[in-house]
């Protein structure tokens, strides 16, 4: 069983920027897709980013493609996002999850692909 949780979330102005860490425990972390995904007030859970599991491939939701980036330290064992430009659309709980099967490819963006997940960490972008 894969533990995961994560941390860096804040309070940010418009423009501005927040890193989140994600910490794996338990099974190999790098023989996992790993994603993140979020949840805003009233709104349904969605993708966000994910990356494979060597860290050479990442797919982006287009709402934060060329503002986020996805990444992974298989040695520390954990997965980064970094939110750059945020918008107070971006205002969401934010969760790490880990890919249910080893080494897949294409990564998978469906939630039901990802069988551990983090209780994740509240992003709030003010105007």
């Known amino acids: 069983q894969v533990q995961l949780v994560e941390s860096g979330g804040g309070l940010v102005q418009a423009g501005g920027s927040l890193r989140l860490s994600c910490v794996a425990s338990?099974?190999?972390?790098?023989?996992?897709?790993m994603g993140w995904f979020r949840q805003a007030p009233g709104k349904e859970r969605e993708f966000v980013a994910a990356?494979?599991?060597?860290?050479?491939?990442?797919y982006y939701a287009d709402s934060v493609k060329g503002r986020f980036t996805i990444s992974r330290d298989n040695v520390k064992n954990t997965l980064y996002l970094q939110m750059n430009s945020l918008k107070p659309e971006d205002t969401a709980v934010y969760y790490c999850a880990k890919a249910s099967r080893t080494r897949v490819f294409p990564v998978r963006i469906q939630q039901v692909a990802y069988d551990s997940w983090g209780p994740g960490t509240q992003v709030s972008v003010s105007a």
């Open positions: 338990g099974r190999t972390f790098s023989d996992y897709n």
């Open positions: 990356i494979s599991w060597s860290g050479g491939t990442t």
